[in-house]
């Protein structure tokens, strides 16, 4: 990982800490800088309310110029999150295609934010959740709000 | 009816060389003329026929014809199908109505016969032409290795296919397509001026699904096309390039399509998909997350050329350049610019550290920010030059950061003024003022208002073609 690099990532360490959007915890470790856990409280407005998540922000080595990658440790019944192991998340401007180096970490942040407020189940990586969500809204609030019981208590 | 099941498959099939099958309306019997003349020996009946090729009377009789027939245990709910048998969704199936086969001329005779309420036996001969060329000395040989291993596998998949009327060893004589001229129609080669000819003369039944009896489950009716599809397709390819490979379903589909991978693919269960056909969500699924991971970066525009990234205007940060709080950044490496340090500018006049920024066009001939090329491509050539000559530039400064400032601002297709997309972040806007432009000119955090214009940079790249 190049020097300047690692510059970008202490940057926008320094950016989130001064702008840290509510209900975001994040842990850095200077010795692993590529690595973020991330702790987020599920949104006061959102079925996820209630619920602690824990994420993984790891950046590549040619970051800036290609997206860091989200992945929720913590298992969430979400279109946008996958429902695996990995619990990966690839949407919007964390896609390789759609990614620009300007954009900050703290709106990828602020973006996973909006989509446990408002999933967007148009591009689902879960396309049965995804129909879940638009079909049987009751429905998939009800597993939602299970699995936050379940699994982020 | 007292013969084995496999002997009276076999015999039920007319000959069709040399010995003429016999059928009795009275009891439906049949035998070889040859054996015992035109009188039924089961009955005694005189209403009897000859089967012929293009004449088969227990067409008509299908209906009743299930009591003696051989698989008549295995679908006795069909009994009760409608009498004629041209109810039948698929009596008039042909699937090659509409499938434009450049070589249609090799392929004659291909019959459909219905055997049975639901039930249909196909007869196919191919002629296989192979160019003297390319075969070489070894025609005969070169079409032995696509044919044979085929005819078996094409047997084993559709089960029960059987060439007509032919013991095994027969069979296998003319599946190989062994040149053993005049043994039966359509098994040896003929041999016309320059080039050689291959029969090979199949048949094959194909066995509805049967919820009563759910057996081992064939080739379903609707794969049928498929399969057929498959088997010319198979016979089209040169000889010696067929792959009858155990592993060929594992390989990727989209990198050695194969019509026998398809087939060996459509056995494999679990992996419903035939090259472009797919039977079930899961193949679908596949196919399109493979088709979206080799377009993820195929969408996106490729590198720049170094010598464009080279040849970029290079100016010192101006006050005019910084922004309300009279402080600007490079956004890719996010260091604070200072008054007098040199950028790189880009047609669309955002600018970076030229380190920065040369790294990211290197793979992405796209601005970090507006996702605007910096090669001059056709369509935009005209602007681009007017902005790189001479001190036009200032002049033509467009302003990317205001949507608003798009409208109205389409050319009127003339060379020197194309027409423009309206969220193209790039065109000539003569009425903005020089410093409007400039103090818009750096970097911004919020990217929202750019992603109408890389959407509409992207579509016109799909449109009017790549850069270059």
Same mark, same amino acid.
């Given at each position: 990982?190049?020097?300047?690099?690692?510059?970008?990532?202490?940057?926008?360490?320094?950016?989130?800490?001064?702008?840290?959007?509510?209900?975001?915890?994040?842990?850095?470790?200077?010795?692993?800088?590529?690595?973020?856990?991330?702790?987020?409280?599920?949104?006061?407005?959102?079925?996820?309310?209630?619920?602690?998540?824990?994420?993984?922000?790891?950046?590549?080595?040619?970051?800036?110029?290609?997206?860091?990658?989200?992945?929720?440790?913590?298992?969430?019944?979400?279109?946008?999150?996958?429902?695996?192991?990995?619990?990966?998340?690839?949407?919007?401007?964390?896609?390789?295609?759609?990614?620009?180096?300007?954009?900050?970490?703290?709106?990828?942040?602020?973006?996973?934010?909006?989509?446990?407020?408002?999933?967007?189940?148009?591009?689902?990586?879960?396309?049965?959740?995804?129909?879940?969500?638009?079909?049987?809204?009751?429905?998939?609030?009800?597993?939602?709000?299970?699995?936050?019981?379940?699994?982020?208590? | 009816?007292?013969?084995?099941?496999?002997?009276?498959?076999?015999?039920?099939?007319?000959?069709?060389?040399?010995?003429?099958?016999?059928?009795?309306?009275?009891?439906?019997?049949?035998?070889?003329?040859?054996?015992?003349?035109?009188?039924?020996?089961?009955?005694?009946?005189?209403?009897?026929?000859?089967?012929?090729?293009?004449?088969?009377?227990?067409?008509?009789?299908?209906?009743?014809?299930?009591?003696?027939?051989?698989?008549?245990?295995?679908?006795?709910?069909?009994?009760?199908?409608?009498?004629?048998?041209?109810?039948?969704?698929?009596?008039?199936?042909?699937?090659?109505?509409?499938?434009?086969?450049?070589?249609?001329?090799?392929?004659?005779?291909?019959?459909?016969?219905?055997?049975?309420?639901?039930?249909?036996?196909?007869?196919?001969?191919?002629?296989?032409?192979?160019?003297?060329?390319?075969?070489?000395?070894?025609?005969?040989?070169?079409?032995?290795?696509?044919?044979?291993?085929?005819?078996?596998?094409?047997?084993?998949?559709?089960?029960?296919?059987?060439?007509?009327?032919?013991?095994?060893?027969?069979?296998?004589?003319?599946?190989?397509?062994?040149?053993?001229?005049?043994?039966?129609?359509?098994?040896?080669?003929?041999?016309?001026?320059?080039?050689?000819?291959?029969?090979?003369?199949?048949?094959?039944?194909?066995?509805?699904?049967?919820?009563?009896?759910?057996?081992?489950?064939?080739?379903?009716?609707?794969?049928?096309?498929?399969?057929?599809?498959?088997?010319?397709?198979?016979?089209?390819?040169?000889?010696?390039?067929?792959?009858?490979?155990?592993?060929?379903?594992? %390989? =990727?589909?989209?990198?050695?399509?194969?019509?026998?991978? &398809?087939?060996?693919? $459509? *056995?494999?269960?679990?992996? #419903?998909? /035939?090259?472009?056909?797919?039977?079930?969500?899961?193949?679908?699924?596949?196919?399109?997350?493979?088709?979206?991971?080799?377009?993820?970066?195929?969408?996106?525009?490729?590198?720049?050329?170094?010598?464009?990234?080279?040849?970029?205007?290079?100016?010192?940060?101006?006050?005019?350049?910084?922004?309300?709080?009279?402080?600007?950044?490079?956004?890719?490496?996010?260091?604070?610019?200072?008054?007098?340090?040199?950028?790189?500018?880009?047609?669309?006049?955002?600018?970076?550290?030229?380190?920065?920024?040369?790294?990211?066009?290197?793979?992405?001939?796209?601005?970090?920010?507006?996702?605007?090329?910096?090669?001059?491509?056709?369509?935009?050539?005209?602007?681009?030059? %007017? =902005?790189?000559?001479?001190?036009?530039?200032?002049?033509? &400064?467009?302003?990317? $950061? *205001?949507?608003?400032?798009? #409208?109205? /601002?389409?050319?009127?297709?003339?060379?020197?003024?194309?027409?423009?997309?309206?969220?193209?972040?790039?065109?000539?806007?003569?009425?903005?003022?020089?410093?409007?432009?400039?103090?818009?000119?750096?970097?911004?955090?919020?990217?929202?208002?750019?992603?109408?214009?890389?959407?509409?940079?992207?579509?016109?790249?799909?449109?009017?073609?790549?850069?270059?």
């Amino acid at each position: 990982m190049s020097a300047g690099a690692k510059k970008r990532i202490m940057k926008e360490y320094g950016e989130c800490m001064k702008d840290t959007p509510s209900g975001m915890k994040i842990n850095f470790d200077e010795q692993n800088m590529t690595e973020w856990e991330i702790l987020l409280d599920g949104p006061e407005q959102s079925i996820y309310s209630g619920g602690h998540f824990k994420l993984k922000m790891t950046f590549p080595t040619e970051y800036p110029f290609k997206p860091p990658v989200v992945s929720f440790k913590t298992k969430i019944y979400h279109p946008n999150v996958s429902n695996d192991d990995k619990g990966s998340m690839c949407l919007g401007m964390l896609r390789p295609d759609e990614w620009k180096p300007p954009n900050k970490v703290v709106s990828v942040l602020r973006l996973i934010q909006t989509l446990l407020i408002e999933p967007n189940a148009d591009d689902a990586i879960e396309p049965s959740i995804a129909n879940e969500y638009k079909e049987n809204r009751k429905e998939f609030d009800k597993t939602a709000k299970d699995w936050v019981k379940r699994y982020a208590k | 009816m007292d013969h084995s099941d496999g002997q009276a498959h076999a015999d039920r099939t007319p000959t069709p060389a040399h010995r003429d099958m016999m059928y009795c309306h009275e009891c439906r019997d049949e035998w070889f003329r040859d054996e015992h003349g035109l009188t039924c020996p089961e009955c005694g009946s005189d209403f009897t026929e000859i089967i012929e090729e293009d004449h088969d009377p227990r067409d008509d009789e299908m209906p009743g014809h299930n009591e003696h027939a051989e698989d008549g245990d295995s679908i006795p709910s069909l009994e009760e199908a409608p009498p004629n048998p041209h109810d039948h969704p698929l009596a008039h199936h042909n699937p090659f109505r509409d499938h434009n086969d450049p070589e249609e001329g090799d392929i004659s005779n291909l019959q459909w016969r219905q055997v049975g309420p639901g039930r249909f036996a196909v007869t196919g001969t191919i002629y296989r032409t192979i160019s003297p060329n390319r075969g070489g000395g070894g025609n005969q040989n070169a079409g032995n290795p696509p044919i044979g291993p085929f005819a078996s596998m094409l047997n084993s998949i559709i089960g029960g296919a059987r060439p007509r009327s032919q013991p095994q060893g027969q069979d296998g004589q003319s599946s190989q397509g062994q040149p053993t001229p005049g043994t039966s129609l359509g098994s040896g080669p003929r041999v016309t001026l320059g080039e050689s000819r291959f029969h090979y003369t199949s048949s094959a039944r194909l066995y509805p699904r049967d919820a009563d009896h759910p057996g081992p489950q064939l080739e379903p009716m609707d794969e049928l096309n498929n399969v057929l599809i498959g088997l010319m397709a198979a016979f089209g390819e040169p000889p010696g390039q067929h792959n009858h490979d155990p592993q060929a379903p594992g %390989n =990727d589909p989209h990198v050695h399509f194969n019509p026998l991978l &398809a087939l060996l693919s $459509q *056995m494999m269960p679990g992996n #419903a998909a /035939a090259g472009d056909f797919v039977y079930s969500q899961e193949a679908l699924d596949r196919i399109i997350s493979q088709l979206m991971e080799q377009n993820a970066t195929g969408n996106a525009p490729g590198p720049a050329s170094q010598d464009d990234i080279n040849s970029l205007p290079r100016k010192p940060v101006t006050v005019e350049m910084l922004g309300p709080e009279g402080r600007a950044e490079c956004s890719i490496c996010m260091e604070e610019v200072l008054i007098g340090e040199e950028v790189t500018e880009l047609p669309c006049h955002h600018w970076f550290h030229h380190p920065c920024v040369a790294m990211w066009l290197s793979e992405h001939d796209t601005c970090p920010h507006c996702r605007h090329g910096i090669t001059k491509t056709s369509e935009n050539s005209a602007n681009s030059s %007017n =902005d790189n000559s001479g001190g036009a530039s200032e002049a033509n &400064a467009s302003n990317p $950061q *205001m949507p608003g400032a798009f #409208a109205g /601002a389409t050319g009127d297709g003339t060379p020197e003024h194309p027409f423009l997309l309206p969220d193209s972040p790039h065109h000539p806007a003569p009425n903005q003022d020089q410093g409007a432009s400039s103090s818009h000119s750096g970097p911004v955090s919020g990217d929202e208002s750019h992603s109408g214009g890389g959407f509409g940079e992207r579509l016109r790249r799909g449109w009017f073609g790549p850069p270059r």
